[in-house]
């Protein structure tokens, strides 16, 4: 087992993004450990296994496999344990010191396409590029490998699992479905277009879904599916482009995207109840990429593209009524959203040298600190994937491209796990 200081050369825009939801009911928090990206409403709250992000050092944790992780996203297990993928086709769980179990889920050149779930028993569930979708038990038995989509057309792109009460929604290309625990196709819903990002949902089990042509000055729409796959109900979106998947708080759905008026994009963010009236709009000065909450507020980063200029990234604290509390620049691309914890929101970013920032802000956009990966004079390097995720205890994870390990962002202490 090695430690290195790293420096982070490549970065890749990522479908899913890990998250966490914040509930009070026992069941709901069962929820928040069994999704890579949410409990149900995808609001990056992390605040039930972290107490305070400390941004102080970076180490590379090697474990101990001949795979690269490759392309995928992390899943923390517990504070010591995650789940992880490899580019040719293993799925396991361990850590720098014990891989417990790694199995081989995809033939040929197909590999784990998506983040993975978890059920409230601790089965694992993991869709490939080749269409299908495995159910693994937590000591590493398949109990099942089912076919969603055929992969005639190559690989398949799939959007994060999502792990809901009764099932396990998955939507691969323009295709959603829900699957329940024995691999039984429950509902297929095919679209026109791929949701942005992800899917969220709420407590009731409604599915919500951005469906985008991916075009400026389209019609883009808000879909609320219910639980046996119906469409509640479906708010369109006349010259709206949709730039983050919904976001559920209580009974608010909340998206941001970008309005076309008069041949000018004006950044947006909309708010529907959950019956899917709208109840307000406002306008923003910069296009919103992700949309965090907690209780208290709605963390909001917004960027835009920038070639000739160096890169920034605005962050802002609304309520969730739309009022503005306050915001804040960072000299800095934002890669992933807000995290947030108990205390305080961490920020990852790259700025033009290709390095990466740890930004750590208290709940009212006061800056505590920066964090820089970068470090003169070191020779080791670990390249990355900004996909964060939170194991219990604080500690930031983030997957190697090209290496069998982890980066973890945390205090100067022992080794990671």
């Not at 691309?333 to 990852?348: D, H, R």
């Not at 040298?353 to 964090?371: M, N, P, T, V, Y």
Request: with cysteine; aromatic share 8%.
């Amino acid at each position: 087992m090695k430690r290195y200081s790293l420096i982070p050369i490549l970065f890749f825009c990522c479908i899913g993004l890990s998250c966490s939801n914040h509930q009070t009911a026992d069941d709901d928090i069962s929820m928040v450990r069994t999704n890579l990206c949410g409990g149900a409403d995808r609001s990056n709250n992390f605040m039930s296994v972290a107490e305070r992000f400390t941004a102080e050092t970076a180490i590379f944790e090697q474990f101990p496999l001949s795979d690269s992780l490759g392309l995928s996203s992390l899943m923390a297990i517990d504070e010591a344990n995650v789940a992880f993928a490899t580019e040719n086709g293993f799925v396991g769980i361990g850590n720098s010191s014990l891989v417990k179990w790694t199995l081989k889920v995809s033939t040929g050149n197909g590999y784990v396409a998506s983040g993975m779930c978890r059920d409230t028993s601790g089965n694992l569930y993991c869709v490939s590029t080749t269409g299908y979708m495995i159910k693994i038990s937590p000591d590493g038995i398949m109990q099942w490998r089912k076919r969603l989509l055929s992969d005639h057309a190559g690989s398949i792109i799939w959007l994060d699992l999502l792990s809901v009460k009764d099932g396990i929604v998955a939507c691969g290309d323009t295709t959603i479905f829900k699957v329940n625990t024995d691999g039984q196709i429950m509902w297929r819903q095919d679209r026109s277009s791929t949701p942005v990002r992800t899917i969220s949902a709420d407590k009731h089990g409604n599915l919500y879904a951005s469906h985008s042509m991916d075009e400026i000055g389209g019609t883009d729409t808000l879909l609320c599916y219910n639980p046996e796959g119906r469409v509640r109900w479906k708010a369109v979106l006349p010259f709206v482009r949709l730039t983050t998947q919904p976001l559920v708080h209580d009974d608010r759905i909340f998206v941001a995207g970008q309005r076309m008026d008069e041949g000018r994009k004006k950044p947006a963010l909309f708010c529907f109840k959950d019956e899917g009236t709208k109840c307000w709009e406002k306008l923003l000065t910069e296009t919103p990429r992700f949309l965090s909450s907690d209780e208290q507020s709605l963390y909001i980063v917004s960027l835009e593209p920038r070639i000739a200029e160096k890169a920034r990234t605005l962050i802002m604290g609304y309520t969730h009524d739309g009022v503005k509390r306050w915001h804040v620049y960072v000299s800095a691309q934002a890669v992933a959203p807000l995290l947030v914890s108990k205390t305080n929101i961490g920020l990852l970013a790259k700025h033009e040298q290709s390095a990466a920032d740890f930004f750590l802000f208290d709940k009212e956009g006061i800056l505590e600190s920066q964090f820089s990966f970068a470090e003169k004079g070191n020779s080791d390097q670990a390249d990355f994937l900004p996909i964060p995720t939170v194991l219990n205890g604080s500690t930031i994870a983030l997957p190697c491209k090209n290496k069998s390990g982890v980066v973890a962002v945390q205090k100067k202490r022992g080794l990671l796990f």
